[in-house]
């Protein structure tokens, strides 16, 4: 933002997968959103049935809060979102074992603010260190979403999570 001020989910140094990352606004976050899992799980929800995602910044801390805090939610969605080289995710999974959720993620090829090789890199990470993927590429699609993209992660998130309420899977 040029040195001004925005909401975001956590602090970056820059938008670079070549840098460290901001590990404490990350950690500070992991704690806020952990509350909210723990709330529906209190409420009924079976933590197997939650989905944590999101796009951009919010896809980066959907991979930080399940595979280093909530490894037994039902998956991970990442939109157009990467995590740095060095990051915590890999190291935590690193010296893991068991089952990691799924991970679902897009990432169009025009991308010029988080690059598609970022988004790759990522997934390719992930998927090394045990953890299921599946990875969309968008041709011509920039930093955003389209219908397609979010068709299929409906489609996905209906696999997911079949059964939820008969009749409003449509």
Request: hydrophobic residues 35%; contains cysteine.
């Amino acid at each position: 933002m040029k040195g001004g001020l925005s909401n975001v989910w956590f602090d970056r140094f820059k938008i670079s997968n070549d840098c460290p990352e901001h590990l404490e606004s990350i950690d500070r976050m992991c704690q806020v959103l952990t509350e909210l899992i723990d709330d529906e799980v209190k409420n009924g929800i079976q933590k197997s049935r939650i989905l944590v995602g999101g796009f951009s910044m919010g896809g980066c801390m959907a991979l930080h809060l399940a595979y280093r805090n909530h490894r037994d939610v039902a998956g991970v969605f990442a939109l157009s979102s990467f995590l740095n080289k060095e990051s915590a995710v890999y190291k935590d999974l690193q010296q893991s074992d068991g089952t990691l959720p799924e991970l679902f993620q897009c990432h169009g090829t025009a991308d010029d603010l988080v690059l598609h090789s970022w988004g790759k890199e990522t997934n390719s990470n992930l998927k090394s260190l045990g953890v299921s993927t599946v990875f969309h590429s968008f041709p011509t699609l920039y930093h955003e979403l389209n219908r397609t993209e979010l068709e299929r992660l409906k489609s996905w998130i209906l696999t997911k999570l079949p059964g939820e309420i008969d009749g409003q899977n449509k």
